[in-house]
């Protein structure tokens, strides 16, 4: 099975940037569509970006409004979310999920494989 783990998360102000990585254990790992969901307390899970297999096909949530940016590298087995302009409103766990086959990209119930995911705080 695919393992996922996340990391580069922790706590910055207002305005700073993190990047955030996601290693996969398998070297199939470049023929899942990979994406970044996020959890804050109190809320659902919510998807945040999302990347094809070959890297040419991306999705963003509204929610994110081009502060965020994903990009993967298969030869490292890594999918990265660029976070800048960082606001109190994307302190969550961010997580990162496969999956082999995706219709509705934004439902949780889609992907079969789950990080532990990471810790992003943004205070203010």
């Known amino acids: 099975q695919v393992q996922l783990v996340e990391s580069g998360g922790g706590l910055v102000q207002a305005g700073a940037s993190l990047r955030l990585s996601c290693t996969a254990s398998e070297r199939t790992f470049s023929s899942y569509y990979i994406c970044w969901f996020r959890q804050a307390p109190g809320k659902e899970r919510e998807f945040v970006a999302g990347?094809?297999?070959?890297?040419?096909?991306?999705s963003g949530a509204d929610s994110v409004q081009g502060r965020f940016t994903i990009s993967r590298d298969n030869a490292k087995n890594t999918v990265f979310l660029q976070m800048n302009s960082l606001k109190p409103e994307d302190t969550a766990v961010y997580y990162c999920?496969?999956?082999?086959?995706?219709?509705?990209?934004?439902?949780?119930?889609?992907?079969?494989?789950w990080g532990q995911g990471t810790q992003v705080t943004v205070s203010s």
């Open positions: 990347i094809g297999w070959i890297g040419a096909s991306t």
């Open positions: 999920a496969a999956a082999r086959r995706v219709r509705q990209l934004n439902r949780v119930e889609e992907y079969d494989y």
